[in-house]
């Protein structure tokens, strides 16, 4: 007998199943059945106690795609190009593999913007990448679309831009003492919590509009040096050094020099209004202060001498 459709869960695939397909996880458990492609083998434990079913394959080779056809309804594509090329090889394969899909969202990178000049970037500007990362990004978007539209699948394209969390901060940045530049040669930069970004993935597979861009950024907005040193001061670590931008393209790698070179200020207005998003980490500043004050009282609780109760800390 065939099942009612009202019982019915979608098969999702979470392919790029790191942070944000973790954070993922618990947002869609009871509510479909998931599946986590990954190249390693020894993660498969991690994704199962997670309620994912592990797929090992390999996004960079093709010959291990072959599952995948016919495997999922829904596809959130979480992983990165390859670190070569001008082409997005890993999204060419996996489009290739996948077959018809219902729905489909993409995280993408706010770099596909370039530079911008600080000027406030709507979804509607036009991309000029300006390095192969940001290459890789908008050809990676570009056969998405073409995709999308042959096998009438609903695409959302989300362009995130810096993602932090309390694991995720430039604390090790900041005790090297690495360099920021003044403040009239700096850069405004965006942000996006990482547990927010993985809200904003699931809801786009329910709610985003067929091929849809949408800006998935929180309302900050502040400059580069502004947010190490408000990162700073929540930890009560030294502020960064100020260099002018000639000084500082002496001792930065080129591409933390890249980072420093483009400057924007992301609009948000369509992801609060087209999916109705609500984030619970609106401001980096008001975060920071929580991510501090909860590594003080981490500090402080007595620590138990079973590994049992060091677990369950």
Same mark, same amino acid.
């Given at each position: 007998?065939?099942?009612?459709? &009202?019982?019915?869960?979608?098969?999702?695939?979470?392919?790029?199943?790191?942070? &944000?397909?973790?954070? &993922?996880?618990?947002?869609?458990?009871?509510?479909?059945?998931?599946?986590?492609?990954?190249?390693?083998?020894?993660?498969?434990?991690?994704?199962?106690?997670?309620?994912?079913?592990?797929?090992?394959?390999?996004?960079?080779?093709?010959?291990? %795609?072959?599952?995948?056809?016919?495997?999922?309804?829904?596809?959130?594509?979480?992983?990165?190009?390859?670190?070569?090329?001008?082409?997005?090889?890993?999204?060419?394969?996996?489009?290739?593999?996948?077959?018809?899909?219902?729905?489909?969202? !993409?995280?993408? #990178? #706010?770099?596909?913007?370039?530079?911008?000049?600080?000027?406030?970037?709507?979804?509607?500007?036009?991309?000029?990448?300006?390095?192969?990362?940001?290459?890789?990004?908008?050809?990676?978007?570009?056969?998405?679309?073409?995709?999308?539209?042959?096998?009438?699948?609903?695409?959302?394209?989300?362009?995130?831009?810096?993602? !932090?969390?309390?694991?995720?901060?430039?604390?090790?940045? %900041?005790?090297?003492?690495?360099?920021?530049?003044?403040?009239?040669?700096?850069?405004?930069?965006?942000?996006?919590?990482?547990?927010?970004?993985?809200?904003?993935?699931?809801?786009?597979?329910?709610?985003?509009?067929?091929?849809?861009?949408?800006?998935?950024?929180?309302?900050?907005?502040?400059?580069?040096?502004?947010?190490?040193?408000?990162?700073?001061?929540?930890?009560?670590?030294?502020?960064?050094?100020?260099?002018?931008?000639?000084?500082?393209?002496?001792? &930065?790698?080129?591409?933390?020099?890249?980072?420093?070179?483009?400057?924007?200020?992301?609009?948000?207005?369509?992801?609060?209004?087209?999916?109705?998003?609500?984030?619970?980490?609106?401001?980096?500043?008001?975060?920071?202060?929580?991510?501090?004050?909860?590594?003080?009282?981490?500090?402080?609780?007595?620590?138990?001498?079973?590994?049992?109760?060091?677990?369950?800390?």
């Amino acid at each position: 007998m065939t099942r009612s459709p &009202v019982f019915h869960q979608p098969r999702l695939l979470i392919v790029g199943c790191g942070d &944000v397909g973790m954070r &993922v996880l618990p947002l869609v458990r009871g509510r479909c059945r998931v599946f986590a492609l990954t190249s390693q083998p020894q993660r498969c434990a991690e994704l199962r106690a997670a309620g994912a079913i592990p797929i090992v394959a390999d996004l960079d080779r093709p010959d291990t %795609l072959a599952r995948l056809r016919g495997l999922a309804d829904w596809v959130l594509h979480l992983a990165p190009p390859q670190p070569d090329g001008a082409a997005d090889r890993r999204t060419r394969h996996l489009v290739a593999a996948l077959g018809k899909v219902e729905r489909m969202a !993409y995280v993408s #990178t #706010t770099g596909v913007y370039g530079d911008c000049g600080g000027e406030l970037v709507h979804e509607s500007r036009p991309v000029a990448p300006r390095n192969a990362r940001a290459q890789r990004r908008v050809d990676a978007e570009r056969v998405l679309r073409a995709w999308a539209l042959v096998n009438g699948t609903r695409l959302s394209i989300l362009r995130a831009p810096g993602i !932090y969390a309390a694991d995720r901060l430039p604390l090790k940045r %900041l005790e090297l003492g690495t360099p920021a530049l003044r403040p009239e040669d700096d850069v405004y930069t965006n942000h996006i919590h990482a547990d927010d970004l993985a809200r904003i993935a699931w809801v786009a597979l329910l709610r985003g509009r067929p091929g849809r861009v949408v800006n998935a950024v929180d309302d900050t907005r502040m400059k580069m040096a502004d947010y190490f040193d408000a990162v700073a001061d929540a930890f009560h670590m030294a502020r960064p050094p100020r260099l002018a931008r000639a000084e500082l393209q002496q001792v &930065v790698t080129p591409m933390l020099l890249s980072y420093m070179s483009e400057s924007r200020r992301l609009d948000n207005a369509r992801l609060k209004r087209e999916l109705r998003m609500r984030l619970r980490y609106p401001d980096v500043t008001a975060a920071l202060a929580g991510f501090a004050a909860n590594s003080a009282l981490d500090r402080a609780a007595p620590r138990s001498g079973t590994i049992a109760d060091q677990k369950g800390h």
